[in-house]
């Protein structure tokens, strides 16, 4: 395989993965207090979280860039005082998958947490454990074929990410073409092999994840 | 050791007005469903907040509206039993067990788990998890996990209401021996009224969210203090199972003490 296929493939792992351990950690919490915590502009939070499920990437990647570009009103934070910026780097395109891949962690274990025995919750208490004793030992395991299905949906779309990545990241070749993008320029520069070459490799590896997923969630749902 | 109970409770258009006060006994709580019999248990133990009045045990107050106590629920020190048990499906026997015996020091929970299991005859099955045990030793391990940290007061949720009946039979006699080993007050919730008149020191007849009558079986089945009470304790159904319909009813009473004969008379 050309080195260039193999960088791509790399960074397409390695964004992938990174993106999916926060996606867990942020969704799974935001999870918890969905299902679990009734509060004021709850739906509205949950909405808030699903748009990137439904907007079209670019639109996503724009919003990004008002955030974190070096004039957004976080990024220009950021720039005043480190002197980086995350655009165009590979964080960048960690960034635009984790905001793509959240609401798949988040609808599939919501919808996990919620469905725990709300009597097992009970008995929780009722023998001593606190709300976070009873999260971590009672409702998480419970949940957890839930959770590791939507670990494995969000893996598989940050793998496949390309629109957001694009508006964020760029397309620097050796730097930011990560698997979606570097077939993008293939087939734009007419390397139809090497462009079909990546194809298959992409469908096989999303094919894979996507046979885990189900896997674990037709025994959740 | 007793508990004492004043609240009141609005929900969902239903309303739970109730007021008793046992000691170390045996109490039943009686009435059809949907009186307020589960809610009632709710309360005492912490799941659910009371809209007003008092909840209190021996020299602990857990709640008091007027004075704002509300202890949370893992603070207080009730032992549970569901309707569905609700043994924790991914722990085995031991870790359901144990899962109740937060606070007991660390060299006392197995000797707590070793003194149970063999008392409540489970030794032997602690490596099972619950769904490949049977209905009997699923109530034992229920049983054993609400009375490892030696609660103040033992509530318990119609829990024999699913069971065939001799173990039916089998658990009532094994709820009474709980009851005299670990001398501690039992609130039963039962619709049964076999249960109701058998079992309790004292009975609490609940009806529409409101206490009915309260007092001894004896009393409460011959001298109903109204109609809807008597209505409760005289459906004939209930009784044919038992005696054929004879004027003068005796029942034994479950577990050790079988010498206890209480006695009833239909009219």
New interface residues.
Partial sequence: MDSSVIFSMRLSLQVAAVATIFVLIFGVTVAYFLARKNFKGKEVLDVLFTLPLVLPPTVTGYYLIIAFGRNGFIGRYLYELTGWSIMFTWYAAVLASFVVALPLMIKTSRAAIESV?K??I?????????ET?TAL??IL??AKKGIIAGAVLSFARALGEFGATLMLAGNLPGKTDTMPLAIYSLAGSGDWDKAGGMVLLLTIMAGLFLYMANRYSRKVF | MGLTVDIKKRLNGFTLDASWEIGNELAVLFGQSGAGKSLTLQLIAGLMKPDSGIISSGENDYFDQARGINIPPYKRSFGYVFQDLALFPHMTVRENILYGSKGVPDEERLERLADLTGKFRISGIEDKMPSEISGGQKQRVAFARALIRRPEVLLLDEPFSALDNPLRIEMRAFLMQVREDFNLPVVLVTHDVYEAFTMPDQLIVYSNGRVAQTGAPSEVFSRPASKEVELLVSAKDIYSEMSGMKKVVHFDRPGPDLHRKAEIVIN
């Fill in positions: 025995d009597n097992l009970n008995a929780s208490f009722t023998l001593g454990h606190t004793g030992k009672v395991p419970l």
